[in-house]
């Protein structure tokens, strides 16, 4: 053991006292000590340990620490990171070092150990460390013995410090505004102060000791009389001075002015200072929003003309950063720091926030405006650190990208917020700028690859700005609830009308339309037949050469917002009747549709969410296909080339040989599909409306990624509302009533209900009472539809007296009535129901007068005439004889039958029946309820008009009445006899019949050949046929 090494030594010596202390044996000379000891020496010389990993313990370490923390020990927390912090910052016996593998082994020990704990209350003993002595020797005076040294006049002067400098300075932090530029105050300032003797000397604590060292931190160039910086003597250097010389040698007038010289580096940081939003700047000026450049600011190496020139080029960018930096400063100044748009209330009068649109775009101008400080800032650091020279067109030349944007911005922010008057509702103010964006679009597209930036940056802040209005959409086709609180949507709620109310589809919302004057607007309501008659109306309007526009953007999918936004408002307020039913629903079909709809509801993304996506997948498939780029520029290539020749060989049939101009022709019409086919076939078409002509990029973005969207949503909740209305509210069911009572489809029971009526007027009975009217009604619908007959009912209109002259005029008092229920009183209105009481009418006066003519006989008449030959006198009867009045009469009676039944054929089966079965089809077919009224209010414009009923045929139709009225007054003689009655009267009938046969004859023949009215071939056949036969 004489050649150990003290190291073995001691490891041999603490061996031993292990095994003692583990295995208690004392005597070292027994043999299982021994062979403790050579398994202990056999693992410290041949065993591989793996070194320990620091890391691991650090974590470990960290992991106590915050465990300690959770559980509120603070006192253990703090005593455990301090006694580990000291340990691995101390070294150890045997080395000198810190934070060594050593230390950490030490430390994976004690957490290896700390596995098997000895249960034992654990309480920090207080270490006390030897305080290191003092040489308390003054080697200074021992040193300098014998040395004379000069105190200067202040003997008693302190000595300075330079540490004692440093951590006076390092006590007070210096302030920075928010564009990282410390404040310097203005030269009127610092020529009033220059005047002044102030004391320079300060101490930290004092209140103006930080406002001192914001003052005197830069050299002070914008003092009246700052001292002249040093500078190269280099011709190039001096330029301003040979500039100088050179004017006051060529011009006796000249007069040197007084100048304010300044560095470039100082000119850049102003410059950078500028941009930034500072505007307390010594070389440009801000006054009532112009900024400035002052005209005594030179630099040695420019002239004072082409400094001036270069910076008031930049003070234009400046005073756009300035506009643009108060619109946000106004906006944001209601919270207290910028963020996204919230869904805060939006007004433009007093102390109320802006609308949330405005609130979107500074909020996209402030995230723009983030990045260019940034920008900035590190233009400023690289200024700062000297370590490449920086030049002020080298800065300008960096910053143009920026500056080219900021100039887009500024152009859309004073065409659509700047110009656009204070007192102008919000709708408008809304509208103008997402207009203004939009048509920014476009333009910039239109330019192609020379803009792109410029599209890059609206199309974001267009993202950005349009996020209210799809949020107010998304609310509204989702949840049917139109929060607008601040009306800068271009759709209102009419909150006049409820829900329930039987004009709601009509008058419950109002489109604005928004003129691009911005001076006035327009309020649309949706027309009877839909929100789309409401659009068409406003835009023919516009009167005095101003177009009258909305949102350009929603156009395409504006019917379908409203169509979805109505639909689904309609559809909770049905969910919320149903639930107030007591009877007759299904609650458990309620509950679980509610159930599903909350679970869709939760998983679902917001319509701007989808819209995102959708352009962020667009744009990734546009990256993806530059993979094939370069097969595709080789068959561009040959394309090209194989067009070209193409194209050569045409002009040379025309004597023009021009190959530049064929290589232009060859690219201009490459794209289209088709032109190979029409240039070798001979035919040369020049299609200027290609769409390879124009660019459509952001128009086919928003229909692949927005428009899509909105169809969907379009399609399920009409959809949706369509099922309920047609299953739930039997909408199919009311439409065939209103068919089987008013047009008479029903014809057995309405049979029983008009014969009575015509009975009681042949009788001469009154029959113009409700009482009586409404009894016969009952126990007609009664017998054979007890369901409809608490909803029908009929009641008397008063008639014009001139009117009632005619006896079939004596109808036209009778007025049906169907009590339609909500909400399917929305398609069958009341002004519906007018149409149908007018047809209603017509039919009811072609069967009485079928009815009346049915119901004569042929003994009726002879009976009628014995009984009255005796009151005969003897000239009428010596004129003609009685049988052959009787004959005469027989043929009128068949006659006016020929013609009643013609008209009662054409209206019922070629009008009323066909028609019947186009209007089911469309029905069936039907997206929405809007397109399902525009076909309801069709099909009864229809029948009303190829009923004769429209104004513009009023002749025929007073022609059709003379032959009903004359067919009743027939009727009433034919009852009386011969003998109540003139025999002439016979020819008066006979004629006028004759003349309203041939007038309607030629009318309707007339029609018929011009093709006008197709449908009155079959009628104007039947009667012609008559005629003939007359």
């Known amino acids: 053991m004489d050649h150990w090494t003290q190291f073995e030594k001691d490891t041999e010596k603490e061996t031993r006292n292990l095994i003692t202390c583990i295995s208690g044996i004392q005597d070292e000379e027994d043999q299982n000590f021994q062979m403790a000891l050579k398994f202990a020496w056999s693992n410290f010389r041949f065993h591989r340990y793996l070194d320990v990993d620091s890391h691991k313990v650090q974590r470990s370490i960290s992991g106590i620490y915050e465990k300690l923390m959770v559980h509120s020990d603070t006192s253990k927390a703090e005593s455990w990171r301090s006694l580990t912090e000291d340990f691995l910052n101390s070294p150890l016996p045997n080395t000198d070092e810190t934070n060594t593998d050593a230390h950490h082994s030490v430390l994976s020990l004690l957490l290896l150990l700390s596995n098997s704990p000895l249960k034992s209350d654990y309480s920090e003993r207080p270490r006390v460390k030897e305080a290191e002595k003092q040489d308390d020797f003054d080697w200074a005076k021992y040193l300098m013995e014998g040395v004379d040294i000069d105190r200067g006049p202040f003997p008693d002067t302190p000595e300075w410090s330079e540490e004692e400098s440093e951590e006076e300075a ?34 930290v604590g004092e209140p103006d000791a930080r406002a001192w060292l914001e003052q005197h931190v830069v050299t002070p160039y914008w003092a009246g009389h700052a001292p002249r910086f040093p500078h190269s003597l280099h011709l190039h250097a001096n330029l301003l001075n040979v500039w100088d010389q050179h004017l006051y040698n060529t011009e006796p007038l000249y007069l040197p002015e007084e100048k304010a010289f300044v560095t470039e580096t100082q000119v850049i940081r102003e410059t950078l200072w500028l ?24 630099v040695t190496h420019l002239t004072s003309n082409c400094l001036r020139s270069v910076l008031e080029h930049v003070a234009v960018y400046g005073q756009a950063v300035f506009r643009l930096q108060g619109f946000i400063d106004e906006v944001t100044g209601h919270t207290c720091e910028p963020g996204p748009p919230c869904s805060s209330h939006s007004s433009r009068k007093g102390s109320d926030p802006p609308f949330r649109t405005y609130q979107a775009f500074v909020w996209a101008l402030y995230k723009y405006f983030a990045s260019f400080k940034e920008e900035l800032t590190t233009i400023e650091k690289d200024l700062i650190g000297k370590d490449e020279t920086v030049t002020l067109s ?3 030349e960096r910053l143009s990208p920026h500056l080219a944007q900021i100039k887009v911005l500024h152009r859309v922010f004073c065409t659509g917020v700047a110009e656009v008057p204070q007192a102008t509702p919000n709708v408008v103010r809304a509208s103008h700028l997402l207009n203004t964006l939009y048509k920014a ?45 601040a009306k800068e949507f271009i759709i209102q709620r009419n909150k006049d009308v409820p829900v329930n109310h039987r004009d709601f589809w009509y008058a419950t919302y109002t489109l604005y339309s928004v003129s691009e004057a911005v001076e006035s607007e327009e309020r649309l309501s949706d027309a009877a037949s839909g929100s789309s008659g409401g659009c068409a109306a406003g835009e023919q309007g516009g009167g005095g050469g101003r177009q009258l526009t909305m949102v350009s953007f929603l156009k395409p999918v504006l019917k379908q917002i409203i169509m979805a936004g109505k639909s689904m408002q309609l559809l909770k307020n049905l969910d919320c009747k149903e639930a107030e039913r007591p009877e007759g629903f299904s609650r458990g079909r309620l509950v679980s549709r509610c159930y599903c709809v909350a679970e869709k509801d939760a998983e679902r993304k917001s319509l701007y969410a989808l819209f995102l996506e959708s352009v962020q997948s667009r744009l990734r498939r546009r990256e993806d296909t530059p993979t094939d780029t370069v097969t595709e520029q080789q068959a561009t290539k ?17 004597d023009v040989h021009d190959p530049l101009l064929a290589i232009n022709f060859a690219r201009l019409y490459l794209e289209q599909s088709d032109f190979h086919e029409r240039f070798c076939g001979g035919e ?9 002509m124009t660019c459509q990029t952001f128009e086919l973005t928003l229909r692949s990624c927005l428009y899509p969207h909105i169809d ?6 009409c959809g949706n509302l369509m099922r ?17 009572y008013f047009l008479l489809e029903a014809g057995d029971t309405m049979y029983d209900f008009y014969t009575a009526i015509f009975d009681k007027v042949q009788e001469k009975e009154n029959w113009q009472q409700p009482s009586f009217l409404n009894v016969q009604l009952q126990e007609a619908v009664g017998q054979r539809r007890p369901e409809d007959s608490s909803r029908l009912s009929i009641f008397l209109e008063t008639v014009d007296p001139a009117r009632k002259k005619q006896p079939v005029h004596n109808l036209d008092a009778l007025t049906l009535s169907y009590k339609v229920p909500w909400p399917v009183d929305i398609v069958i209105s009341s002004e519906c129901q007018k149409i149908y009481n007018h047809v209603f009418l017509l039919l009811l006066q072609i069967k009485w007068a079928k009815y009346s003519l049915d119901t004569l006989r042929f003994s009726d008449l002879t009976v009628a005439t014995k009984r009255a030959e005796g009151g005969v006198p003897q000239e009428v009867k010596a004129k003609e004889p009685i049988n052959q009045q009787i004959h005469r009469m027989f043929l009128l009676r068949v006659k006016l039958m020929h013609f009643v039944n013609s008209l009662h054929n054409y209206i019922m089966t070629r009008i009323l029946h066909s028609t019947g079965l186009e209007f089911q089809h469309q029905v069936q077919e039907a997206k929405d309820l809007d397109q399902l009224i525009k076909i309801h209010y069709r099909y009864l414009s229809t029948i009303h008009d190829r009923c004769l009923l429209r104004e513009k045929v009023s002749f025929v139709k007073e022609a059709i009445m003379k032959v009903l009225n004359l067919v009743l007054i027939f009727s009433d003689r034919w009852h009386a006899g011969f003998g109540a009655w003139e025999i002439e009267s016979i020819d008066k009938m006979e004629s006028d019949f004759k003349n309203c046969h041939m007038f309607l004859v030629t009318i309707l023949n007339k029609a018929v050949c011009r093709g006008s009215f197709p449908h009155l071939e079959s009628l104007a056949l039947s009667l012609m046929a008559g005629f003939e036969q007359c």
Request: net charge negative; charged share 25%; hydrophobic share 35%.
């Open 638 to 654: 040959r394309s090209l080339i194989k067009m070209q020749s193409i194209v050569a060989q045409h002009m040379q049939m025309d």
């Open 712 to 717: 969907k949503r379009y399609i399920e909740c």
């Open 724 to 740: 309920t209305l047609k299953k739930d509210y039997r909408l199919l069911e009311y439409l065939q009533a209103m068919r089987d």
């Open 394 to 396: 080298a800065v300008l």
């Open 275 to 298: 941009l930034s939003g500072v505007k307390k700047n010594f070389i440009f000026q801000h006054q009532d929003g112009i900024v400035t450049v002052r005209t005594d600011v030179v």
């Open 441 to 485: 679009i476009l333009e910039y597209d239109s330019v192609g690859e020379a803009s792109e930036q410029a599209v890059a940056l609206l199309f974001s802040l267009w993202t950005e700005t349009v996020r209210p209005y799809l949020e107010i959409v998304d609310e509204w086709i989702v949840h049917g609830h139109l929060f607008d609180p």
């Open 170 to 203: 390092s006590q007070q932090p210096l302030s920075r505004d928010d564009s990282g530029i410390q404040v310097d105050r203005t030269p009127q300032e610092d020529q009033e102060n220059s005047t002044k003797t102030v004391p320079v000397s300060w101490t």
């Open 684 to 692: 040369v078409i020049v299609d200027r409306s290609s769409e390879s």
